[in-house]
């Protein structure tokens, strides 16, 4: 299995996710961050709807809301 196999299953478990993960598994699919300021790290892709991750304040994992629009805009789910 792959690293990027791991980072999908790990992504689908939706547990323990961080704002490093998401970076790594949406740069992978072919998406460009392109602004970073504050809290908020939003992605772009050529064709399709952005995606904003948040950085948790007092938590170093993501919220779980934030990984589901992941795992939607990547299709990972069947």
Do not use: F, W
């Not at 790990?10 to 970073?36: A, P």
């Amino acid at each position: 299995m792959s690293s990027d196999d791991k980072l999908v299953k790990k992504i689908l478990s939706r547990r323990s996710i961080t704002v490093d993960d998401c970076d790594k598994l949406l740069t992978n699919y072919g998406y460009e961050r392109h602004k970073s300021g504050g809290s908020h790290r939003v992605y772009h892709q050529q064709g399709t709807k952005s995606i904003t991750v948040v950085t948790p304040k007092h938590s170093k994992y993501v919220n779980t809301a934030y990984v589901d629009l992941v795992i939607k805009a990547l299709s990972l789910e069947g």
